[in-house]
T-cell receptor, first 115, second 113 residues
Framework: DSGVTQTPKHLITATGQRVTLRCSPR?????VYWYQQSLDQGLQFLIQ???????AKGNILERFSAQQFPDLHSELNLSSLELGDSALYFC??????????????FGSGTRLTVV | AQTVTQSQPEMSVQEAETVTLSCTYD???????LFWYKQPPSRQMILVIR??????QNATENRFSVNFQKAAKSFSLKISDSQLGDTAMYFC??????????FGEGTQLTVNP
C-alpha cells in the first residue's frame, strides 16, 4: 500500500457518459497529480493541484476537469467520454518541497473502459 | 520541449545476471531531477531510484544503480543480481522547474529463470 488511494479500481461506461475518479493523497502530501496511461501514448501528465489550487496543467482535454478539496482529496471528472479515453488513470502525490526532490508516490490507478 | 527517450522497448536477462537499461533526455534546464520507476504486472508505479542533476555522484539503491552522464544527457539503470521479481516495465522520467514528471516510453524487462 503506497498510501495514495484511488477509487474506483475499475470503471466501465458508455460513450457520451460522465465519470468521476477519486484520489486521496498520502498523509502530509499537499500536491496531487493526475496522469493518463494509454497503450499508444504512455504516461501523460494531465494536471497538478497544490493545497487546493491548480498549479500546473499538461495535456488535459477540455472535456476533463479536476479539483482538490480542503481535505486535500482530489477528483478528476471526465465527460462526453469517447472510446479513446479508455486508459489507466493514475493519481500521485508528493511532499511539499523543491520540485522533484522526493519523487511522486503513485496510487494503484483506475482502469477506465469506455464501450 | 522536454523529452525522454528509452531506445530499448524490450530486454531480457537471466536470473542473477546484470542488465543495463538506457535512457536519454533533452532539456535546456540546468537543474532537474531524474528517476527510474518500475511498473510490475500489478500496474503499480514504484519509485526505484532518483538522481539530482547537480550531484555528480551516481545514485545507488541496493542492487540498483545509475550511470548519470550529464553532458551526454544520459541516465542508465543497472540492475545487478537480477531476480524474477524484477520483471516489469521500467520508465525513465525527469522533472524540471517548468514541467512535471515526463516519462519515457518504457522498457519491458523480463528476468528468465
Amino acid at each position: 500500500d503506497s498510501g495514495v488511494t484511488q477509487t474506483p479500481k475499475h470503471l466501465i461506461t458508455a460513450t457520451g457518459q460522465r465519470v468521476t475518479l477519486r484520489c486521496s493523497p498520502r498523509s502530509g502530501d499537499l500536491s496531487v497529480y493526475w496522469y493518463q496511461q494509454s497503450l499508444d501514448q504512455g504516461l501523460q501528465f494531465l494536471i497538478q493541484y497544490y493545497n487546493g489550487e491548480e498549479r500546473a496543467k499538461g495535456n488535459i482535454l477540455e472535456r476533463f476537469s479536476a479539483q482538490q478539496f480542503p481535505d486535500l482529496h482530489s477528483e478528476l471528472n471526465l465527460s462526453s467520454l469517447e472510446l479513446g479515453d479508455s486508459a489507466l488513470y493514475f493519481c500521485a502525490s508528493s511532499v511539499d518541497g523543491p520540485f522533484g526532490a522526493y519523487g511522486y508516490t503513485f496510487g494503484s490507478g483506475t482502469r477506465l473502459t469506455v464501450v | 520541449a522536454q523529452t525522454v527517450t528509452q531506445s530499448q522497448p524490450e530486454m531480457s536477462v537471466q536470473e542473477a545476471e546484470t542488465v543495463t537499461l538506457s535512457c536519454t533526455y533533452d532539456t535546456s534546464e540546468s537543474n532537474y531531477y531524474l528517476f527510474w520507476y518500475k511498473q510490475p504486472p500489478s500496474r503499480q508505479m514504484i519509485l526505484v531510484i532518483r538522481q539530482e542533476a547537480y550531484k555528480q555522484q551516481n545514485a545507488t539503491e541496493n542492487r540498483f544503480s545509475v550511470n548519470f552522464q550529464k553532458a551526454a544527457k544520459s541516465f542508465s539503470l543497472k540492475i545487478s543480481d537480477s531476480q524474477l521479481g524484477d520483471t516489469a516495465m521500467y520508465f525513465c522520467a525527469f522533472e524540471t522547474s517548468g514541467s512535471r514528471l515526463t516519462f519515457g516510453e518504457g522498457t519491458q524487462l523480463t528476468v528468465n529463470p
